[in-house]
């Protein structure tokens, strides 16, 4: 059974940072492009970044310089550390597993809650 287990969120004020998890059972991480994603209150749900298998990355224009994306192939795990945050921030993180860089996605996390307070 194909899942995905965010972890990691919590509330942090503006310049701080968090890190992130996601956590997968029922398939191998590295074969697959796994992507952040997150929504805001009042807001459609945004990609953040994503990493390819082959280790290659994309990040989205707000978040560049900021965030990293990085996986564990032995823990089976993708991470997104977090630094410089902004009250923009604030949403829920999603993981997900997709066939592109924020297309195709199939499997998604519940969620986890990052805010950032001024």
């Known amino acids: 059974q194909v899942q995905l287990v965010e972890s990691g969120g919590g509330s942090v004020q503006s310049g701080g940072s968090l890190r992130l998890s996601c956590g997968a059972s029922?398939?191998?991480?590295?074969?697959?492009?796994i992507g952040w994603f997150r929504q805001a209150p009042g807001k459609e749900r945004e990609g953040v970044s994503c990493?390819?298998?082959?280790?290659?990355?994309y990040y989205a224009d707000s978040v560049k310089g900021r965030f990293t994306i990085s996986r564990d192939n032995a823990g089976n795990t993708v991470y997104l550390q977090m630094n410089r945050l902004k009250p923009e921030d604030t949403a829920v993180y999603y993981c997900?597993?997709?066939?592109?860089?924020?297309?195709?996605?199939?499997?998604w996390g519940k969620g986890t809650l990052v805010t950032v307070s001024s």
């Open positions: 997900a597993r997709q066939k592109g860089c924020f297309y195709g996605m199939d499997y």
């Open positions: 029922g398939f191998t991480l590295d074969s697959y492009i």
């Open positions: 990493i390819r298998p082959e280790g290659s990355t």
